[in-house]
């Protein structure tokens, strides 16, 4: 039987998510919406917000109700001790902790932007110093809170149930993989020759319109969601009200058209999740590789299948009037799934992708290890990828300064990535097998058979499982990256 | 001297209002962007960012601080006697009153959505009678915590610093001016011949254009606001961050023009505002009547003059190419400054606007002292109007059911809109006589002049004054109706 005590804590729970809801939106419109010089008001505002949250969290009254809190059957039960993990790591650091690191990682941050063009890491070493100092503190109080090892206490934050001891093995696998797939796919990629560019002109209101459309009839609902522009694209909101945004490129339409699609993978997750557990712990999405997975097998699995192209050439036709021969589908599977070793994370392909993330992982476990000190990092970031794709930056803006994570106090959340990728690849190939019709629907731009069989395995399934848990129960394995690297092979190395 | 518990009720009332303007920017969001599935979810937020700011206001430490708080200087004593003044309405009601009041008023408000087309008064009887039961009560009580009669404690809640003993002889005044000055502005207006109407198409593009154009020239900074479109205008958001929304209509650019004018003044007033008691008490805009006045001066008294629709008459011509005799400006006097009996207040002209706030404010008062019953509404409004008006709705749509206010429980709002008007008049002579190329600059265009006397004299003053104490700073004495009747003859009765 639930108590009292947990339907207090239900309430109270749902209070700071509708904090954190209120606190989402405001995020959303500094990004999409928000003149300039609303940025110190809106600072003060989500201060509050977050301030508030944690008072109701960390409240006395918590500790005392989570003591006498009983909950019955599955969800309860999973929502109580989410309940308790979150109260956990909320009370496992002292006010001092939180306040050094939130002024290190801003402090940080600012830095960071200035120097990164100018690829001087001297610059920002000394804040990154102490922004790694104070996450090894983090870690290891948390560590001691929750009984994990102090990176998987980091990694936890990000992606609850799996840990560095899983991701290692896999990475050790596609790393072995990688060695032998990368040469061979440029070597098939080369012999294909390049593809057709697409041409002609793609009015910004065309493109929105088309990104709104395929969205739709892909499975998101336009009453629960919007679709709006922002720097950096991203999916924000709520599970009813979700915000996505993009940013057109009027020269070529795949940037918005495939980041919308993926943004799309992330909204529809949220859209999934159980309505009757709205606003409790166990009622969110599983984590952040849990959310990738949804926006990879999406973008990735479905949008950028043989399949999915055909039917993607065709409204590309019949939009903007593009040439047959650029639209083909073998012509776009060129353009849009391209092989490409690169410096830079965000811009790489499908295959080496994983590579950066790799990289991250290990040197980030061993920062947090007290194994490679920040000033190492710019010689172990470049050896390593030269180990992973063979090729080394040429300054550190190509390197290690690349990225905002860690220069604002976010470590942990890296491997999220490729976990996601590999989660996308492995229920993707699970769902083909119960849906056996998914493919030939995909051809026809109907992503009904998938993302009925997503409903029912990730999404409404909210926080009620860890990652690997879930993963068991939708694909009958923990995460396996033979099916990922299957994945691949299929795509990219048949000749 | 300030001392520490001042500070400590400053920080709180600092948390209060972040969450309050969190709260804007719902409401705004709501109204401007949100999809129709979010409703829910955002009363959830808006319900707990509520919850929290009474539970910060009403916190049993705030007694305690507000017993010991001292504070020096004009503003800090004016600041904390506005904090006691919150505080004692807040913690006035008990909580059952605020809860039966909350459900009372959202029923009757969505009973009166549906049978406002229908003109059903009796169906709503029921529901307002109980409206009005709780708005008693709640007079009675904040009567007896602020020591002033009960229909002055509600008017309080919108506009501090007057009373309805203020109120009745300026009301009075009107009501003979009326009589006199409403059938000769007909028969000079008759004497003039009908208006050319404004011809060619008007594409909402173009009119957004010349909406952000003329606000933005006359003194808004867009780097602080933004101009959005919802059903129902309004000026929301915050002083760091104003959002305007307009309505636009293609065959008529006027409405939407004359609308975001009227809402720029609002914004002008939020962006005046003292800075540096931003998210204070004392810091905030005067009331409703001191804002109403801030968007009618823009609006009815810069805007509509002479001067200006010369300056006006050329955009039009400019940017939509009209005739030049459409928009001569004794055209556009002709179109915008029309007198009108009518039954819809919303739709009124200058001139007969004041008789259905007169109306409105007799009836309300009459319920809340209990001299009317919610019964003998319907006959006492359609005597009342045809006492003021010489016309008699001939049905509750066009009579006592046209406004939400009183169904939504919004006793003692109706007469900030007249006492706004009066007050533009007043504060416009006294500007006139303090700049006296005023003028001249306006019909340029160029609202500069203006707007410094306003930011001086109302703006920056914040709440540091009540309405009848901001009037004798600024103009040498309280609200006095001459100086719009004056206004009225002078652009109305001069033949």
Known sequence: ???????????????????????AMLHWDASAMMPAGGGAARGEQLATLAGLAH?????????????????????ESANLALMRRTHTRATALPTSLVEATTRANSACEKIWRDV?????????????????????????????????????????????GVTAADVEPVFAAYEAFLAEALPRAEEIQAKRGAPVPLTGTFPVPAQKALCQALSASIG??????????????????????????????????????LGVLHETGHALYERGLPASYARQPVGEAAGMAAHESQSLIVEMQACRSDAFLRFLGGELRARFGCDAAEVAPENLARLWRRVSRGFIRVDADEITYPAHVILRFRLEKAMIEGALSVADLPTA???????????????????????????????????????GAMAAAQLMKA???????????LAEG??????????????????????????????????????????????????
């Not at 039987?1 to 606190?23: C, D, K, P």
Request: contains cysteine.
């Open 1 to 23: 039987m639930t108590n009292t005590a947990y339907a207090s804590l239900q309430s109270r729970f749902g209070r700071i998510a509708a904090l954190n809801e209120a606190a």
């Open 220 to 257: 998101l609902e336009y009453d629960h969601a919007r679709l709006d522009e922002s720097l950096h694209p991203f999916c924000g909101g709520t599970p009813a009200d979700v915000r996505m945004t993009t940013f057109y490129d009027e020269a070529d339409p795949a940037k918005a058209l």
């Open 116 to 160: 990164k063009a100018r690829a001087d890491f001297a610059m920002v070493r000394p804040a990154l110093t102490e922004v790694v100092a104070l996450q090894r503190e983090t870690a290891a109080a948390l560590s001691v809170a929750l009984g994990m090892a102090p990176y998987d206490a980091l990694m936890d934050g990000y992606q609850r």
């Open 446 to 495: 109907d992503m009904a058979p998938l993302l009925g069989w997503l409903r029912t395995h990730v999404h409404g399934k909210g926080s009620l499982l860890g990652f690997q848990d879930l993963l068991c129960a939708a694909t009958g394995k923990p995460l396996d990256p033979n099916d990922f690297m299957d994945h691949l092979r299929a795509r990219y190395l048949v000749d």
């Open 381 to 419: 970031w470049n050896e390593g990828l030269e180990t992973l794709l063979g090729i080394r930056p040429p300054n550190d803006a190509k390197g290690c300064l690349q990225d905002i994570h860690w220069h604002d106090g976010a470590f942990g959340y890296f491997p999220s990535y490729t976990l």
């Open 55 to 75: 008072e109701l969290l960390t409240a006395p009254v918590v500790a005392e109700d989570l003591a006498q809190a009983h909950a019955e059957g599955e969800w």
């Open 431 to 441: 769902a083909r097998v119960a849906e056996p019709g998914l493919d030939a629907a």
